[in-house]
């Protein structure tokens, strides 16, 4: 460590003016082990599993009927909010429908009806699951076939069309054996919050080997993914199932559905988040994926039909329950890896070059906090300051989460909504102004409240910068234990903050606000992305966020991390707008006594000049 001091003769206290924070040269040897793990990430990559097929012919499902069913069945119940009257009307008259093929003696199916009160769009309601049940011919773990009947919309053609292809896939099943018992599921509460699907995967008796969830099947401008396989937890459904419906599509509609792409993975892995009903079945552990022509956002309640998309999408998921139907169990575990063109990259893999890409910047910010403390620097206030920088963030989560809990908001749903069910009210404006009214509040308290816990507003432009990289990367690798992909959205910053720690890197306000961007880019790219795929406006993105918080689908320890990894953001914003010490100048917040002594003052090596130490200083 170098340094440069002042001294004003014998006995004074030198000041460090300048001095090196980090450690460059640590830094690169800590790089060392990122080649060794790209070479075994590189080795890590596997084919993809080929799809299941069926040799059965799927052409018993029939088209026209099915689209005439979803126009008979949208004139006779155009209002169906979930647990309206319009929803319980149709839900019996599903029933009626499953009825009359007969009973499982005679090739039909058992059916029964199951009540429970639930959050929807609209609040508490009490919903209703119809399941419709035909026994296989063997003892092999059964199917099931899962459907929602409510909307959000009047009309809404195309979000019933899953529920007429249900009722013609009973048609068809009512007539052939299978080997696998097939369950038939009608739900409600599928146009926000899933709670019926959530129900199901909670309480029905015995395990699934999978799920197909029929979204819309007939909308007239088909959006991609139309196979859609995310959780509300981490992973997605088996590659197994998703090649199984994939490959079932592309051959009976003649286009291939484009696989999910690299950012779209990342972003569902590292940040959970779907509005489909199978993303509850698939965080349950019941592999499951949804068809839909609509794409992840679903229709609108004004979308066109088709009646060739209907008949195409509908013999395709029989086509993958034949395929499904005669063949092993698929596994169960859940798909947290990525593809990569005809390749799987492993979680493992990928947890691994992580730990290799987070290890410089942790280690060389461990230093920095040794010497913060060698110094006397405080380094365990400017930790307690940092972490009071994310209280803030944690007041306003805890905030939204109370008015979950209280009722106020009226709805508070544990799984997002989709952007059919936002409504963006006067209730649900007031709620987001609430909530960011009151981080704007616990912002201007701030300093009051780091005032009374005996620390500086300012902070020390050395010791606050490093406690606050090293919070960040604490943080990291406790998310990277849970969750890899989660901790890659913090990779970038973790190299680039390392710019803004040290005073003597630092650049001047705007370069190290930029930095910080920087940093934040990989959240802010997450958040574009779901913006732009359900087609969410900044005003539906706010509410959307607040929902996440009230109804608990970011619990407490997430937001806890997210309040904790946006507060070491803040605290290096504030770090950045403050001007790095300038070289000469003295420095009122460190104190080193020197040791080493003349005649008149220092007599250490160097004090002659012409050494290049004493040059560099």
């Known amino acids: 460590m170098t340094g440069v001091a002042s001294f004003r003769g014998r006995g004074t206290r030198a000041r460090t003016i300048f001095c090196e924070v980090l450690n460059g040269r640590l830094y690169r040897a800590a790089l060392l082990p990122i080649p060794f793990a790209l070479a075994i990430a590189a080795l890590s990559l596997a084919s993809r599993s080929q799809p299941l097929t069926s040799s059965l012919a799927?052409?018993?499902?029939?088209?026209?009927?099915?689209?005439?069913?979803?126009?008979?069945?949208?004139?006779?119940?155009?209002?169906?909010r979930p647990g309206s009257p319009g929803d319980r009307g149709l839900a019996a008259h599903v029933a009626r429908d499953l009825e009359g093929l007969g009973g499982t003696a005679g090739g039909g199916f058992e059916v029964r009806t199951r009540s429970f009160s639930a959050q929807t769009i609209d609040g508490q309601r009490t919903l209703t699951t119809v399941i419709a049940q035909r026994p296989g011919a063997t003892n092999a773990t059964p199917l099931?076939?899962?459907?929602?009947?409510?909307?959000?919309?009047?009309?809404?053609?195309?979000?019933?069309?899953?529920t007429a292809a249900l009722v013609e896939l009973a048609r068809v099943f009512a007539a052939r054996e299978t080997q696998r018992t097939i369950v038939l599921v009608s739900t409600s509460g599928g146009s926000g919050g899933d709670a019926a699907a959530a129900e199901f995967a909670a309480h029905e008796r015995g395990p699934f080997d999978a799920a197909i969830v029929l979204g819309d099947l007939a909308a007239a401008h088909e959006r991609e993914p139309l196979v859609v396989p995310y959780s509300d937890g981490l992973g997605s459904a088996p590659l197994a199932l998703q090649r199984t419906v994939g490959d079932a599509i592309a051959r009976e509609t003649g286009s291939q559905p484009a696989a999910p792409s690299t950012l779209g993975q990342i972003?569902?892995?590292?940040?959970?988040?779907?509005?489909?009903?199978?993303?509850?079945?698939?965080?349950?552990?019941?592999?499951a994926v949804l068809i839909q022509a609509s794409g992840e956002r679903g229709p609108v309640a004004s979308e066109a039909v088709s009646e060739e998309h209907l008949e195409g999408l509908g013999r395709a998921a029989l086509s993958a329950v034949d395929a499904l139907d005669g063949a092993p169990d698929i596994s169960r575990a859940m798909q947290t890896g990525l593809l990569l063109q005809h390749k799987t990259f492993p979680a493992w893999a990928l947890r691994l070059l992580l730990a290799a890409l987070l290890l410089a910047p942790l280690i060389v910010a461990i230093d920095g906090l040794a010497r913060v403390r060698r110094r006397g620097l405080g380094a365990g206030r400017w930790t307690l300051w940092t972490l009071a920088c994310g209280l803030p963030f944690l007041t306003c989560a805890l905030f939204a989460r109370l008015l979950g809990a209280s009722g106020i908001l009226g709805v508070a749903p544990p799984a997002p909504f989709p952007p059919s069910g936002l409504h963006l009210g006067g209730a649900a404006v007031s709620a987001t102004a609430a909530v960011a009214l009151v981080l704007t509040l616990a912002w201007l308290m701030w300093p009051m409240l780091v005032r009374r816990l005996g620390l500086t507003v300012a902070p020390?432009?050395?010791?606050?910068?490093?406690?606050?990289?090293?919070?960040?990367?604490?943080?990291?690798?406790?998310?990277?234990?849970?969750?890899?992909?989660?901790?890659?959205?913090?990779?970038?910053?973790?190299?680039?903050?390392?710019?803004?720690?040290?005073?003597?890197?630092?650049p001047r306000p705007p370069g190290a606000l930029a930095l910080i961007a920087f940093g934040l880019l990989p959240l802010a790219a997450v958040i574009a992305f779901y913006a732009h795929e359900l087609g969410l406006g900044p005003g539906q993105l706010a509410w959307t966020a607040v929902l996440l918080l009230a109804g608990g689908h970011i619990g407490i320890a997430g937001s806890l991390l997210w309040s904790i990894a946006l507060g070491c953001a803040a605290a290096l914003v504030l770090v950045a707008l403050r001007t790095p010490p300038v070289a000469g100048a003295p420095e009122r917040d460190e104190e080193i006594e020197i040791t080493i002594r003349g005649p008149l003052g220092y007599a250490g090596p160097g004090s002659l000049g012409g050494t290049g130490s004493a040059l560099r200083r």
């Open 460 to 506: 020390h432009p050395e010791a606050a910068g490093v406690t606050a990289l090293v919070v960040l990367l604490v943080v990291a690798v406790l998310v990277w234990v849970v969750n890899p992909f989660a901790a890659l959205l913090v990779l970038p910053a973790a190299h680039a903050w390392l710019l803004v720690v040290s005073p003597e890197l630092r």
């Open 267 to 287: 972003a569902h892995l590292a940040v959970p988040f779907t509005v489909g009903e199978q993303g509850p079945l698939n965080q349950s552990g019941l592999p």
């Open 58 to 80: 799927p052409d018993a499902f029939e088209g026209a009927r099915a689209f005439a069913e979803t126009n008979t069945l949208a004139r006779a119940y155009p209002h169906r």
């Open 144 to 162: 099931a076939i899962v459907a929602h009947r409510d909307a959000a919309g009047t009309g809404a053609r195309a979000e019933l069309s899953g």
